[in-house]
């Protein structure tokens, strides 16, 4: 008998162990799946008898293993069927999102075909114009990173891009989930195949101007840029943006956003992998990283630097001037 001792008091302490963290890593696992369930079922009445099964298999047989096993096998057999679904263009999209734009550049003119140009009074109240626009990329002269906080301590946020064409205007692209009419955008569902990927080029009137409308804040943050680099970053992009009209693709929360899409571009262009860190992966503090890698065409601190550049006040004040772009670009004082 004193044999055996040392032998099982290391397997009574690993079963301890396992008995700790195995219940709370179990529950953790069925919650998230259950969660996922509530929007793929739109409701909680399947989430809720899924759960009262697991809970009743588990007390009855009163055993870690078959709780642990079925909130897995729950988990991943969520995530194989959401695998197999494919993404479609032919849904009834809301009508912000219904355009697919056609980039086609020919010698240094880039045509677009689809700008939207809506003009907005409220986030459903708006007068639909989509228009087919031509810019010169050789006067191409300035990007800016469009950052629109979504609070969580700034931890996410929406991020779009404004390239400056001089007296060709300012061309803006937003990167969004393409919704289906009264769906509504979240990050559970952005993980599940919910929402296919649109690239939308817009007038920076429109796309600035319906946020500001909403009382959202945002900045702009003027980039370093050298002007063969904005050049071919900006047809790269047009690139992709046309291989989802033949090829449609998933929006991902964390792999396919707003920011992971043009970082992609980024890291082609520049040689180094910025889309796998901590400042990309929480797209709120995309523009710290462009700050302190000195990508950011200023000499004022980070916070001095938001609140300088903050433009959606301006926005508003100026949203029916006929030279927006410019002036809400005006500098003010700190």
């Avoid at 219904?98 to 409220?122: H, K, M, Q, Y």
């Avoid at 796998?276 to 992966?281: A, F, G, N, P, S």
């Avoid at 630097?305 to 772009?325: C, E, K, N």
Wanted: include cysteine; charge should be neutral.
């Amino acid at each position: 008998m004193t044999d055996e001792k040392p032998a099982s008091a290391p397997r009574s302490v690993a079963r301890l162990l396992l008995h700790t963290i195995g219940w709370p890593i179990a529950t953790f696992i069925l919650l998230f799946s259950l969660l996922c369930l509530s929007v793929l079922f739109s409701g909680w009445l399947v989430p809720i008898l899924i759960a009262l099964l697991i809970i009743g298999i588990t007390v009855w047989r009163r055993r870690l293993r078959w709780y642990a096993g079925l909130s897995c096998a729950l988990f991943f057999m969520i995530f194989f069927v959401v695998s197999l679904r494919t993404p479609q263009q032919d849904r009834n999209w809301e009508e912000p999102l219904t355009v697919l734009p056609r980039c086609t550049i020919d010698g240094a003119i880039l045509t677009i075909e689809g700008v939207r140009n809506f003009e907005w009074r409220s986030r459903d109240d708006y007068d639909a114009r989509w228009e087919t626009r031509s810019y010169d990329i050789d006067k191409l002269r300035s990007i800016d990173m469009i950052v629109q906080p979504f609070g969580w301590g700034d931890l996410t946020a929406h991020t779009m891009l404004t390239f400056d064409f001089g007296d060709d205007g300012h061309l803006l692209l937003t990167i969004e989930a393409r919704r289906i009419d009264g769906q509504a955008w979240g990050p559970v569902a952005g993980i599940l195949n919910e929402f296919e990927l649109i690239y939308i080029f817009a007038d920076e009137r429109d796309a600035l101007g319906v946020r500001a409308i909403q009382g959202h804040e945002f900045y702009a943050l003027p980039t370093v840029t050298d002007p063969l680099w904005r050049k071919a970053f900006l047809l790269s992009l047009c690139a992709t943006s046309n291989s989802i009209l033949n090829r449609p693709r998933f929006y991902h929360t964390l792999r396919d956003n707003c920011t992971t899409e043009w970082l992609r571009a980024v890291d082609k262009l520049s040689g180094r992998i910025w889309g796998v860190q901590i400042d990309t992966i929480l797209n709120g503090r995309v523009g710290r990283l462009l700050h302190r890698t000195g990508a950011v065409d200023t000499d004022l601190s980070y916070e001095d630097a938001r609140r300088h550049f903050r433009l959606d006040q301006r926005v508003l004040r100026h949203l029916h001037d006929p030279d927006f772009s410019n002036l809400i670009r005006q500098s003010t004082p700190l």
